[in-house]
């Protein structure tokens, strides 16, 4: 792990429940809880999990696995004990704008809503 995650993002590291490990009951829960829970001393059989939380909004998420670390932000690696080359888990949320909803033209309103006004008191007549 390197970085701090953004708001919003949630992440673990733990063994996927062979021996030891809950992140997949975290994971069902759509809770995991941002540690990594697999001892230095038992790397086998590790699992990550890399999650948003957000709203409904016009917007995009990308999930990344690369061999060559991210130059910024937060990411997870994975490096084999054995042979040594490392993998990079990353993920990026794309917030799009939504354009403003125009206000309606006061000054026609206005105006329509006045003539109106003059047209049914001029139907009425005088009192």
Do not use: C
């Not at 670390?69 to 997870?76: D, N, Q």
């Not at 939504?98 to 139907?123: D, K, Q, S």
């Amino acid at each position: 792990m390197a970085g701090v995650a953004a708001a919003g993002q949630t992440w673990e590291i733990d063994e996927p429940g062979y021996v030891f490990g809950d992140i997949y009951a975290h994971w069902l829960a759509g809770g995991l809880d941002g540690a990594n829970g697999v001892p230095a001393a038992s790397p086998d059989d590790v699992s990550f999990a890399l999650a948003w939380g957000f709203g409904l909004f016009p917007g995009s998420v990308s999930f990344l696995v690369s061999e060559t670390a991210p130059s910024s932000g937060f990411y997870l690696s994975q490096t084999d004990p054995d042979s040594g080359p490392s993998l990079y888990f990353s993920s990026h949320l794309a917030i799009t704008e939504v354009p403003g909803v125009p206000e309606p033209l006061t000054g026609p309103l206005l105006i329509g809503g006045v003539v109106g006004l003059v047209a049914w008191t001029r139907r009425r007549g005088p009192r």
